[in-house]
């Protein structure tokens, strides 16, 4: 799913090719894609961009009148920017915006229909799509305390609640934890002032980071290879690959379709953390530290 550095490089590469620029129309390929319209996409057309802006993981288009285009990319949507008038690309293809100068393609592969377009009329109308998390970048070391600790929550889950923080999904979070050195099942009531403190700085430093890594990738271009798995990363989606920091073997908990990656040795002081369904078939065979985890997959031969 793309989240808050994604989006924010997003946003960077539509500001100078739509901003200032009559939308000539909004084409719908599939009819799951929009969920309210009021106003109808015909209303739209003619209208003059005036800003862009991120609410959490959705991109917003703001556009004459007190009119918005709320864009949702869910896990497999993505935006694409193609000469004007062209054609939406088969089942793939969800929506496009038309303008003189280039047309912005709304895509989502699979067949789950998850990403979604609002379009939406007045400001409260906007704040409706607003899940309420805190800006993770502008926000200073009491107030992230705050939004951190108002409920009991794991860590994993704290960040990536976006009534929490804004924009942080499963990628960044596995790799603010490790940043900070923090497991991802540790409790939000358990944190330290001094944890508390590394976890603000890592939190903004990773965000900060990784924006200005897609920056520098996407130059002048468009983005078009977001992805939530880059062999730059720390943990995300490297498990069994060495720690950056240490060495160890990357770690990994899998619960419903996402997982949760760690490393043993600067996150949990070489626990192997329980996942659910592999600990509940393997029951007292399940490793309990890196050393017997480490030990049983030399033993098999297994890499």
């Known amino acids: 799913m793309p989240e808050l550095p994604d989006i924010v490089v997003y946003l960077e590469a539509l500001e100078p090719r739509i901003v200032a620029r009559r939308l000539e129309r909004i084409r719908i390929g599939s009819p799951f894609v929009l969920r309210s319209a009021e106003p109808a996409p015909a209303e739209l057309a003619g209208r003059m961009v005036r800003g862009l802006r991120r609410l959490g993981k959705r991109i917003v288009i703001e556009l004459d009148g007190d009119v918005y285009a709320v864009i949702h990319l869910m896990i497999a949507g993505r935006l694409h920017w193609k000469v004007a008038g062209s054609a939406l690309p088969g089942r793939r293809g969800l929506a496009a915006f038309d303008w003189p100068n280039g047309t912005l393609l709304l895509t989502e592969a699979g067949t789950k229909h998850r990403a979604s377009l609002h379009l939406v009329r007045s400001r409260a109308g ?7 998390g805190l800006e993770p970048l502008d926000a200073d070391l009491d107030a992230f305390r705050a939004a951190l600790t108002r409920e009991n929550h794991t860590l994993k889950r704290a960040l990536t609640d976006p009534t ?3 924009g942080i999904g499963n990628a960044y979070s596995d790799e603010i934890l490790h940043a900070a050195g923090l497991s991802p099942l540790g409790l939000t009531s358990r944190l330290t002032d001094a944890d508390i403190e590394r976890l603000h700085r890592a939190t903004r430093e990773t965000l900060r980071s990784w924006i200005e890594r897609l920056r520098a990738d996407v130059g002048d271009r468009f983005p078009e290879n977001v992805t939530a798995f880059r062999p730059e990363m720390a943990v995300h989606g490297l498990y069994r690959k060495p720690c950056p920091a240490c060495g160890a073997p990357v770690q990994r908990i899998r619960y419903a379709a996402n997982e949760v990656n760690y490393c043993p040795r600067c996150q949990t002081d070489g626990r192997i953390l329980a996942d659910r369904s592999m600990s509940r078939l393997l029951k007292k065979d399940w490793p ?16």
């Open 164 to 166: 929490v923080l804004s």
């Open 126 to 132: 906007l704040a409706a799509h607003d899940p309420g």
């Open 288 to 303: 309990r530290s890196l050393e017997e985890w480490e030990g049983r997959f030399e033993g098999s031969g297994e890499t």
